[in-house]
């Protein structure tokens, strides 16, 4: 019984992929008219008396031509009144082709605005920090009108935001709908009594080259030697000591630099394309892959619809190809730019006024080679503090 | 005709019924709202409320109110609609179902 249902399942589904004609048989002999049919082999369903001698019944497309050879045979009217199932479905689709497409293009204008950034609501930070993530967040690509897929990695964002912006002790960014909520705490900052910078210290040991004292008295003088924590500039309660004193400070740095090989981007590359559903990828696009060793960058793009993720998202994979070049440079070489990474590494460390006055080597060994640097650096700086 | 009845024999035989060898017909009847029926030669006949079905050795007819044919296929047909009555009329006489 079971297996029988299920095969009466199977042919109403085959009706509907197939597709289905509806038929009107009138006539004195329409009563008769569906067992000739059923005779000659013909599957008909739905078969409806209407009154008398009008029949109504829905047949296959494929067994139309079993009516038309009955139908030679028959008295009364055939007629065929409308097509159901999915043929005629699509055809009725691709008439109203207007319809569909304006659904689609409806789809994927949503999908656009979802994706566009309306509004960056930044808590818990002043004006300036706030114009200051702004303006970092406008230079990662987080601005207000942006169309963005790619999600943001929160974690490196938050880290490079506490790195570049002074005072963020936590950052977080959560993406609601259109609007992204950054939430940003800043660390207190100590209120700098009179009385704490009533004078000046050196901050290091280094000689003056210049002094500029908006306030206050000067306690050293140009060309001197000034040890760690000695005051520089005297002021009062009142007025506390204003001012800059730049001297030259000291550093050693020790590199090393070696015949290493490098390995550089060929300019090959190639872009591999998936669809996501779920934890599976499919492939959408993906060109032969590369020979030589690569290495390859992943982004993920994300749709949403409002402010619901779609299921799938976009997974795209470039393959950059790299080489490995044997540089072989001459002790010379070396040196330069053993120097040049000492110098490089020196600015990162030192504060955006300073300046390199001068570099010496202080110790160079040729080693297996690789050669290994110790450089004096001669710093301008302000050592006022 | 022959085959059948070889068939017949045979499922006698194993001590089987008759219907699972053979093209013997067979009529499943649902409440009073539907019939089917297994291996029927040919549909006569059909309005709402009259329903001929040729069976190899015998006729049914069907009587009711809004009769309809679900299906109507080579090996099967689907009567639907309210049954009233169901008859056998064989060539030697009637005999009421």
């Known amino acids: 019984m079971f297996n029988l ?71 009364g009217k055939v007629r065929l009144e409308k097509g159901t199932g999915l043929p005629f479905l699509l055809r009725r689709m691709i008439e109203n082709y207007t319809f569909l497409l304006c659904s689609i293009c409806f789809f994927f204008i949503i999908v656009l605005l979802s994706a566009m950034i309306i ?59 259109v609007v992204y909520k950054a939430d940003v705490s800043l660390s207190k900052q100590q209120k700098e009594t009179a009385s704490d910078r009533r004078h000046l210290y050196a901050s290091k040991a280094g000689v003056i080259h210049d002094l500029f004292v908006e306030y206050g008295e000067t306690k050293a003088r140009r ?15 009142k007025h506390p000591a204003r001012g800059t004193v730049t001297a030259e400070t000291w550093y050693k740095v020790t590199v090393t630099a070696g015949n290493d090989k490098l390995l550089t981007r060929s300019g090959k590359k190639r872009l591999n394309v998936y669809v996501s559903l779920g934890d599976k990828e499919y492939v959408l696009w993906k060109p032969s892959s590369l020979r030589k060793p690569f290495q390859s960058e992943e982004h993920r793009y994300e749709l949403h619809f409002f402010s619901y993720t779609l299921p799938f998202s976009i997974l795209t994979v470039t393959d950059y190809e790299v080489e490995k070049i044997n540089t072989v440079e001459t002790e010379e070489e070396m040196q330069r730019r053993a120097i040049q990474t000492a110098r490089t590494a020196m600015m990162m460390r030192l504060p955006e006024k300073a300046r390199i006055q001068g570099e010496n080597v202080l110790q160079k060994r040729v080693d297996n080679g690789k050669v290994k640097m110790i450089i004096h650096f001669q710093v301008l700086e302000n050592i006022a503090n | 005709m022959r085959r059948r009845d070889g068939a017949a024999f045979i499922s006698k035989l194993a001590g089987l019924p008759e219907d699972v060898t053979g093209h013997v017909p067979r009529m499943t009847i649902i409440g009073n709202k539907q019939i089917l029926i297994h291996h029927p030669e040919r549909l006569e006949q059909f309005t709402d409320q009259d329903v001929l079905i040729k069976l190899p050795e015998a006729k049914i007819r069907i009587t009711g109110k809004l009769l309809e044919v679900k299906e109507l296929m080579p090996s099967e047909i689907v009567v639907e609609g309210t049954i009233t009555n169901v008859q056998f009329e064989t060539k030697q006489g009637k005999c009421f179902g």
């Not at chain 1, 038929?23 to 008909?44: K, M, Q």
């Not at chain 1, 790619?150 to 950052?171: A, C, G, K, W, Y």
């Not at chain 1, 000034?226 to 002021?235: A, D, S, T």
């Open chain 1, 5 to 75: 249902r299920r095969n009466r399942g199977n042919v109403l589904a085959n009706l509907f992929l197939s597709g289905a004609v509806t038929v009107v048989v009138s006539g004195p002999e329409a009563s008769l008219f569906p067992g000739r049919l059923h005779e000659c082999g013909a599957v008909l369903v739905h078969i409806h008396y209407e009154k008398e001698d009008i029949i109504r019944f829905q047949m296959p497309v494929r067994h139309l031509g079993l009516l038309r050879k009955e139908a030679r045979h028959f008295k």
């Open chain 1, 119 to 177: 509004r960056i609501d930044v808590t818990g930070a002043d004006v300036q920090t706030e114009k200051q993530i702004r303006a970092f967040l406008k230079k990662e690509g987080i601005r207000e009108g942006a169309i963005r897929f790619e999600r943001v990695n929160e974690q490196e964002l938050s880290q490079n935001i506490l790195l570049h912006v002074p005072n963020v002790t936590r950052f977080s960014l959560k993406k609601s709908g």
């Open chain 1, 223 to 237: 060309g001197e030697f000034v040890e760690k924590g000695e005051r520089l500039i005297k002021g009062s309660k």
